[in-house]
T-cell receptor, first 115, second 109 residues
Framework: DTGVSQDPRHKITKRGQNVTFRCDPISEHNRLYWYRQTLGQGPEFLTYFQNEAQLEKSRLLSDRFSAERPKGSFSTLEIQRTEQGDSAMYLC?????????????FGSGTRLTVV | GQNIDQPTEMTATEGAIVQINCTYQTSGFNGLFWYQQHAGEAPTFLSY????GLEEKGRFSSFLSRSKGYSYLLLKELQMKDSASYLCAFYNQGGKLIFGQGTELSVKP
């Protein structure tokens, strides 16, 4: 296994466009998390899945954001009608079934720039 | 509520020792992480403490006091490549990480 993979690594989009990011977790990990990080700040939790079930969404996640994990494997994060304030690094992480902190692994992130 | 606090930036000299402190408040605590993050890259795991005490791993050590809501990361024999942001995060009962804003460490010759 090559760890947590995210695609694309970089995305530049015009304001108002929709974008979708993909995350492939470590195969035996049932939990998958999305975080957002802006310059000079630590990552902020957005949402997480246990298998295909979305168990929690942050209040930071506006209605323009939606995340799915249809088969309990890879996940997608979609942002509709992007705004300049959405420019950030979007990080995905996965962890083992029991939510153990051991093995909590981040992907390399997708850097979004909205122009 | 829950919050976590660490200094915004620190400067140290190559070869020296530096201690980065982190304080936190939370009602549900399942351990504390330290991550290193270079500019433009994802966080990389440094340490995880769930019990009180000191965990040593090469040049890096991490300490936790749960009763005081306090942790520190100790970096010894500093190298220029240690210049990075160091993130403190606690792992709460919901399974998510709550991060501090990060401490930007500059190592100077």
């Amino acid at each position: 296994d090559t760890g947590v993979s995210q695609d694309p690594r970089h995305k530049i989009t015009k304001r108002g466009q929709n974008v979708t990011f993909r995350c492939d977790p470590i195969s035996e990990h049932n939990r998958l998390y999305w975080y957002r990080q802006t310059l000079g700040q630590g990552p902020e939790f957005l949402t997480y899945f246990q298998n295909e079930a979305q168990l929690e969404k942050s209040r930071l996640l506006s209605d323009r954001f939606s995340a799915e994990r249809p088969k309990g494997s890879f996940s997608t994060l979609e942002i509709q009608r992007t705004e300049q304030g959405d420019s950030a690094m979007y990080l995905c992480a996965s962890s083992p079934t029991d939510g153990s902190a051991q093995g909590y692994t981040f992907g390399s992130g997708t850097r979004l720039t909205v122009v | 509520g829950q919050n976590i606090d660490q200094p915004t930036e620190m400067t140290a000299t190559e070869g020296a020792i530096v201690q980065i402190n982190c304080t936190y408040q939370t009602s549900g605590f399942n351990g504390l992480f330290w991550y290193q993050q270079h500019a433009g890259e994802a966080p990389t795991f440094l340490s995880y403490n769930v019990l009180d005490g000191l965990e040593e791993k090469g040049r890096f050590s991490s300490f936790l006091s749960r009763s005081k809501g306090y942790s520190y990361l100790l970096l010894k024999e500093l190298q220029m490549k240690d210049s990075a942001s160091y993130l403190c995060a606690f792992y709460n009962q919901g399974g998510k990480l709550i991060f501090g804003q990060g401490t930007e460490l500059s190592v100077k010759p």
